[in-house]
């Protein structure tokens, strides 16, 4: 039989969280080492705002969503049973046609839940190998770890054939917890990268970005950058802070935005809001530095940041703190900015210090460059996951 590979997602496609850049890498890794896989989400969660068609080609990548719809029914009864009935029917019938025609595998994108298991379940009943991808430490634990829950996320994990880690910290996690010899892989964060290495510097304004989804402190600490920004823009009038990319959390919003009216930094504090991928990959290369200010102690922990990765294939230096395998991978003032803590005064004095020395700049956005290149390129690592699944 020929082999296929599936993969399954609880997020919208494409518009959804940065496993969307993960999935489109995968397939396209996949197929140029001659597989056969593509997309599939399992529920038609895509925010209102998108249009697109339930099965298309986006990025030269095959999707569909399995309820053909990608919008839950406005109508309660009917959207809590596509939720919870009409998807698992649907499933099952999917998984049992694909598995009579090939030798299938199933990779899910999704949290270690009820849902997943009954999803796993069906797959493991149609014989299809299931193989599933962690990025964070499990989220079944995190909201409430005792023993019951970890009895429960065993029960859970049951259907599981192969493990796909983003570091060797959540590799070790999970066997903490599964307390079992797994088939697992390392593969850490990919993103697609061809589009920033072509594109060229246009400008010579002076700026700091931080690009991505505004979401929240926890996850960002965009409100501790900006008060670094407002002691730093005193002696630095000329640079610019500009913030890119979708808000996905509007009371967020407004409490950054109180920060810049506070400290009357309107003509220096940019919001782009969602734009498209040519623009943003340009506000991303013709930054000055780029910056993620994620507290080493973050709820949102474990894996390596695709944002981080992204900001380094741009060349640019990067400031962050020295937290997750990321400590692991990149060597402070050589490829990276590493600091110790996301208080505002550290994020300051760094942000002046990297800003009295270009070359400095230059040197840590140039090797770490050169480190993505060698180490986070997709090409590469979905190759070695495509053998390890096949």
Request: aromatic share 16%.
């Given at each position: 039989?020929?082999?296929?590979?599936?993969?399954?997602s609880?997020?919208?496609?494409?518009?959804?969280?940065?496993?969307?850049?993960?999935?489109?890498?995968?397939?396209?890794?996949?197929?140029?080492?001659?597989?056969?896989?593509?997309?599939?989400?399992?529920?038609?969660?895509?925010?209102?705002?998108?249009k697109?068609?339930?099965?298309?080609?986006?990025?030269?990548?095959?999707?569909?969503?399995?309820?053909?719809?990608v919008?839950?029914?406005?109508?309660?009864?009917?959207?809590?049973?596509?939720?919870?009935?009409?998807?698992?029917?649907?499933?099952?019938?999917f998984?049992?046609?694909?598995?009579?025609?090939?030798?299938?595998?199933v990779?899910?994108?999704?949290?270690?839940?009820?849902?997943?298991?009954?999803f796993?379940?069906?797959?493991?009943?149609?014989?299809?190998?299931?193989?599933?991808?962690?990025?964070?430490?499990?989220?079944?634990?995190?909201?409430?770890?005792?023993?019951?829950?970890?009895?429960?996320?065993?029960?859970?994990?049951?259907?599981?054939?192969?493990?796909?880690?983003?570091?060797?910290?959540?590799?070790?996690?999970?066997?903490?917890?599964?307390?079992?010899?797994?088939?697992?892989?390392?593969?850490?964060?990919?993103?697609?990268?061809?589009?920033?290495?072509?594109?060229?510097?246009?400008?010579?304004?002076?700026?700091i970005?931080?690009?991505?989804?505004?979401?929240?402190?926890?996850?960002?600490?965009?409100?501790?950058?900006?008060?670094?920004?407002?002691?730093?823009?005193?002696?630095?009038?000329?640079?610019?802070?500009?913030?890119?990319?979708?808000i996905?959390?509007?009371?967020?919003?407004?409490?950054?935005?109180?920060?810049?009216?506070?400290?009357k930094?309107?003509?220096?504090?940019?919001?782009?809001g969602?734009?498209?991928?040519?623009?943003?990959?340009?506000?991303?290369?013709?930054?000055?530095?780029l910056?993620?200010a994620?507290?080493?102690?973050?709820?949102?922990?474990?894996?390596?940041?695709?944002?981080?990765?992204?900001?380094?294939?741009?060349?640019?230096?990067?400031?962050?703190?020295?937290?997750?395998?990321?400590?692991y991978?990149?060597t402070?003032?050589?490829?990276?900015?590493?600091?110790?803590?996301?208080?505002?005064?550290?994020?300051?004095?760094?942000?002046?210090?990297?800003?009295?020395?270009?070359?400095?700049?230059?040197r840590?956005?140039?090797?770490?460059?050169d480190?993505?290149?060698?180490n986070?390129?997709y090409?590469?690592?979905c190759?070695?996951?495509?053998?390890?699944?096949?």
């Open positions: 039989m020929d082999k296929k590979i599936l993969l399954i609880t997020s919208p496609f494409p518009y959804g969280n940065a496993s969307s850049n993960t999935m489109i890498t995968y397939i396209k890794g996949f197929n140029e080492n001659g597989g056969d896989s593509e997309l599939v989400c399992l529920f038609p969660n895509l925010k209102p705002i998108y697109i068609a339930p099965q298309g080609v986006y990025e030269g990548v095959p999707y569909s969503y399995l309820l053909n719809k919008h839950f029914s406005s109508n309660k009864i009917l959207r809590y049973c596509e939720l919870h009935f009409f998807v698992i029917f649907k499933f099952r019938s998984i049992r046609k694909l598995a009579k025609k090939y030798d299938l595998s990779i899910f994108f999704t949290h270690t839940n009820r849902s997943f298991y009954i796993s379940a069906i797959c493991h009943y149609y014989k299809a190998k299931v193989v599933f991808t962690a990025c964070e430490f499990p989220e079944y634990i995190k909201v409430i770890d005792d023993n019951n829950r970890r009895v429960r996320f065993k029960k859970y994990c049951k259907f599981i054939d192969q493990f796909v880690f983003e570091t060797k910290t959540l590799e070790e996690n999970y066997k903490s917890l599964l307390n079992d010899k797994m088939d697992s892989i390392v593969i850490p964060a990919t993103m697609l990268f061809e589009d920033i290495l072509e594109c060229k510097k246009t400008t010579t304004d002076s700026y970005a931080y690009c991505g989804s505004i979401h929240s402190d926890e996850k960002d600490g965009l409100s501790n950058i900006l008060y670094a920004f407002a002691d730093f823009h005193k002696d630095n009038p000329h640079v610019k802070m500009i913030f890119v990319g979708r996905s959390n509007q009371d967020y919003q407004y409490k950054l935005r109180e920060i810049v009216e506070k400290n930094m309107q003509d220096s504090v940019v919001f782009t969602e734009i498209n991928r040519s623009v943003y990959v340009n506000y991303l290369v013709n930054a000055s530095l910056v993620v994620k507290g080493a102690n973050s709820y949102y922990t474990g894996g390596l940041s695709s944002k981080v990765v992204e900001y380094l294939f741009s060349g640019n230096p990067v400031l962050m703190v020295a937290s997750d395998d990321f400590t991978y990149l402070h003032n050589n490829n990276v900015f590493f600091i110790n803590d996301n208080l505002p005064e550290t994020i300051s004095d760094a942000f002046s210090l990297l800003f009295s020395d270009s070359n400095m700049r230059h840590i956005g140039t090797n770490g460059k480190f993505a290149y060698h986070f390129n090409h590469n690592l190759s070695e996951l495509y053998k390890f699944i096949k």
